[in-house]
């Protein structure tokens, strides 16, 4: 992944910057007098494991019961209380969660995808439902795995408001 994927708007000026008032501190920004649109964003991540592990995630076959339904539940239910772990993120009314996962030999692919009418975008949820859909695998892996990683969060793609549509080059 170049670094022009990773940050493409890294020359934006500090001024600029949206959740920064001119004193230096952190504020909610106000999107009152945006325009209701149609918002979605698709998230991953992957939890990183043996590969006797992954047979048992997929033959629901672990300790602690069937993680993926547990997984799937757990990161709709992040998506939803995303502006209660993070700060500045606004209560959004989400019409749509999905996740799913996809079996790789020694890893789980989890794919969010969130959808919502409003005025702001949705990539903060699809981050959060990916997060937590993650750490609920691990949890339920641990006792089998303790080394498994979570890693390579991000965002995918997001359509909608005033910035426009884009996704990553590089999947």
């Not at 606004?90 to 969010?112: C, M, N």
């Not at 009418?117 to 699809?126: D, H, K, N, P, S």
């Not at 005033?162 to 590089?170: E, F, L, Q, R």
Request: net charge negative; with cysteine.
């Amino acid at each position: 992944m170049t670094e022009k994927n990773l940050h493409p708007d890294a020359a934006q000026p500090a001024q600029d910057l949206t959740h920064v008032r001119a004193d230096g501190s952190a504020h909610m920004v106000d999107v009152t007098m945006k325009d209701v649109t149609t918002r979605t964003a698709l998230a991953e991540g992957t939890v990183h494991t043996r590969a006797d592990v992954i047979a048992k995630i997929f033959d629901a076959d672990l300790p602690k019961g069937d993680a993926l339904p547990v997984a799937r539940v757990a990161g709709i239910m992040g998506a939803k209380r995303t502006p209660d772990i993070i700060p500045l993120c606004h209560p959004l009314p989400l019409g749509k969660i999905t996740l799913d996962f996809e079996r790789g030999e020694d890893s789980v692919r989890i794919v969010a995808s969130v959808k919502t009418r409003g005025v702001t975008g949705v990539e903060m949820e699809a981050l959060t439902a990916v997060s937590t859909a993650a750490l609920t695998i691990f949890d339920m892996i641990k006792a089998v795995d303790k080394y498994a990683v979570i890693s390579n969060i991000r965002v995918l793609e997001k359509s909608g408001g005033k910035s426009g549509d884009w996704a990553v080059t590089d999947r």
